[in-house]
Structures are given as C-alpha cells and as structure tokens.
C-alpha cells in the first residue's frame, strides 16, 4: 500500500510540472514567438496608447463614427462578462428593446432597411463586426457629421469589407474599429 501511495503521489507532482508548468511555459513562449499580435489580443495603438483591440467589439457612441452591433455582455462590451441575454423572442424587454433601437435607426436613416444586426446582439456580446450593409446604413449620418462625401465613405467601407474566408465560410464584414481608425485617417473629426 505504501508504494502505491508514494507511486501515485510522485505521478502528480510529475504530471502536475509537465502539464501544469512546463506544457503552458512552451505553449506560451511558441504563441509569442510565432503569434505575438494575436496571443496579446490583437490591440490597436494611437500615438503609444492602447484604443482597442481588433477582435472585441467596443462601443462608439459619436456620431461621427461607425457604431458596432448592440452588446448585452455585462454592462455592454464587457470582455469579462461576455454573453448575450438569452431572452425569448417572445420576451417583452427584448421586443421593447429591439423595437426602440429599429425607431432610432429609421429615424437616423428613414429611406432606408434596417440591417438585423444593428438592432440584435450577438451571442457573446462582443463582435468586432458588422455586416457591409450594416455599415452602409451608417454612411449618411457619419458623412454629415464629418463632412465627408458618401462616396469616399463607400470607397472606405469597401476597402474594409473581409469576403468569407477561403471564400465560402462566413459571411462578408467589416471590423468596426479598423474602419472608425481609418475614418480618423481620412476624415479627422471637425
């Protein structure tokens, strides 16, 4: 019984350096090596100081940028409280609420649709993406407000817009705040 005990204890302490310590040491150092921007979290930075990553949504409250799709993750874009509300389509707080922001977006752009995912969040709440026609929707108000013809925002968005990856997975999209930096490029705020 005694060098089971001692067999099985020395087993732990040796599966727990090798799997606990030195596995996650080499996993790490190789994802730093060979993937640094993206083991860090594919963070944006202006003039030295970090304004967001790239593959988490943020929110964009001006007018004079591209809005991102609603996010219900904490108190909204919270990467720590990721989620979406899992409310039924039947739930009045989510008609209420879908409702309220299709008024505001006809209202902003009343001659146009109202792209479903400007209006819906995503399951985790934190999408870095909206659809091409989701930005589209937004050219006249950020046009206006940035004094910016809408073709040379199109010209922006199209420029921005990934197609499906290897060509048929996923859909088109465009990340929010690669397109807001290059807005800021080509149109500084007035």
Do not use: C, W
């Not at 969040?121 to 006249?140: H, N, V, Y």
């Amino acid at each position: 019984m005694k060098k089971h005990l001692i067999t099985a204890f020395l087993m732990t302490i040796a599966t727990t350096i090798l799997l606990g310590v030195l596995y996650p040491l080499v996993i790490t150092v190789l994802a730093q090596v060979l993937f640094k921007d993206k083991a860090n979290g594919q963070i944006r930075y202006r003039n030295g100081e970090a304004i967001g990553s790239r593959i988490i949504g943020q929110p964009f409250a001006s007018s004079k940028y591209f809005h991102s799709r609603p996010s219900n993750a904490g108190n909204g874009y919270d990467a720590a409280n990721s989620g979406g509300t899992n409310l039924a389509p039947t739930n009045q707080k989510l008609i209420d609420r879908v409702q309220s922001d299709a008024k505001g977006l006809h209202d902003e752009n009343p001659t146009q649709s109202v792209p479903v995912d400007l209006i819906t969040t995503s399951a985790s709440g934190l999408d870095p993406d909206i659809t091409p026609a989701a930005a589209e929707f937004q050219i006249p108000r950020v046009a206006h407000e940035r004094g910016i013809q809408e073709s040379a925002l199109r010209e922006l968005v199209q420029k921005h817009t990934a197609q499906r990856d290897l060509g048929l997975l996923g859909e088109a999209r465009v990340n929010v705040l690669e397109l807001n930096l290059a807005l800021d490029e080509v149109a500084p705020k007035r």
